[in-house]
């Protein structure tokens, strides 16, 4: 018997890549999937990949699970009311929401539009919004009626939004914000019944065969292959399972074999309290001492 047995999950941008692999690996231990996508290009190109959401949906009925697809489009509030509804008339309940959907267009912030920074943070902060806030509706719903809710939210950020990639300002603001939202969702949400945890994954999919080729391509003749994307859907489907509910508010880093949790942004050196408010003039020396004694931040992706 799978890890998820009895469990309802929507997956988010599960019509190819990563989605695809944890809406296959949930299947296979035995969640009913919501696959949703909207089958759009890598830069969020309309019609792109059409019909993807369902070919995963027959995949999973070929290996005998049960899954159902959803076309709407994430960052649309009642796109992602439908996909909570068709958790509930489809399979009869909602246990886990996996926001996974997104696309990028990347840029120097120098050049970056408006047009790009709105399309880059809408589909992955309002897609990281509307259809949880759906779910949350529900859960706090059933849990009102006195039904016992053991409900799980997953996000999508990335080491872009832990430390900063260069050509990625739009990406990596949104992925930063999904990171400290997966922080408020988990202490909101926990009298609920609900926990929500990130995801900062590594892996080949075509978002990351057009920045990062070279180091993805190189590793696929070794006998294990680190950047397959089905390396992270046990992780996910852990997440998604009745077995991860002492486990809230975190971020991990899963590649390869491996899962690294993240310890996030934590006070560093404080300067002596001078019992006074501090003149200009002295800032910039005190400033100095606790740059001098902080531990260096990760670097920023592509910074040399
Ligand atoms: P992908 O491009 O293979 O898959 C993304 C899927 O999302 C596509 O099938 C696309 O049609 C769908 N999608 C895009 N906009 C949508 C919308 N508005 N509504 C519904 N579906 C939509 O990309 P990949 O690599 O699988 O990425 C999945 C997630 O993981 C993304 O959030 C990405 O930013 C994140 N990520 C991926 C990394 C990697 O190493 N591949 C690294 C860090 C983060």
Redesign the pocket.
Known sequence: MGICEGRVVIV??A?????RAYALGLAAEGASVVV?????G?H?EAG??KG?AQQVVEEIQAMGGKAVADT????DWDAGKRMVEAAIDTFGSLHAVVN?????RDRMFVSCTPEEWDAVTR??LR?HFCTSRHAVDYWRSENKAGRPIDARIIN?T???GLQGSIGQSA?SAS?AGIASLTLVQAAELGRYGITANAL????R????MTAFADTMTSQQESAFDPFA?ENTAPLVAWLASEQSRNVTGQVFEPFGGTIRISEGWTDGPTSDDVGRRLRPDEVGAVVEKLVAGRTPAKPVYGAS
């Open positions: 988010t941008g019509g190819g890549g990563l989605g949703n996508d909207l089958g759009v890598t969020g792109e990949t993807a709407g489009d994430v960052a996974n959907a997104g696309f990028v589909v992955h897609g999508t990335s080491g872009a990406y992925k900062a994954p590594n892996a999919t075509r978002m990351t994307p």
